[in-house]
């Protein structure tokens, strides 16, 4: 249920919405609702929301926000996005409170993923 003045959707972009739909599908077992050519939804993973096709994509070089997955197991979860086609950007790295990586999805927008420290 959406809370008030809580974030409650993102909307992201795609150069290529029929990959990143695709993507996502692979990696993470997502399931899209299409509304229309240029727009694809989600729900149930975290946070809703959506990808747009546009020519640009979302990179922190370029002063965008990362969304930042979590992993119980990063190194698993580093194996499926490399075999559905996301491209690493940043190998693991440790960072104060876990370890991460961050990926690139077909469609050319970075995320990253976290876990905890490793014991």
Known sequence: MPQHEKINYVELPSRDLAATKAFFQRAFGWTFVD????????????LD??????????????GSALIVFYSDALEDTLAKVVAAGGEVVKP???FPGGRRFHFLEPGGSEFAVWAEPED
């Open 35 to 46: 509304y229309g050519p240029d727009y694809a939804a989600f729900s149930n993973e975290g």
């Open 49 to 62: 929301g959506g990808f747009h096709a546009s020519s640009q994509a979302a990179r922190t070089d370029s």
């Open 92 to 94: 693991i790295f440790s």
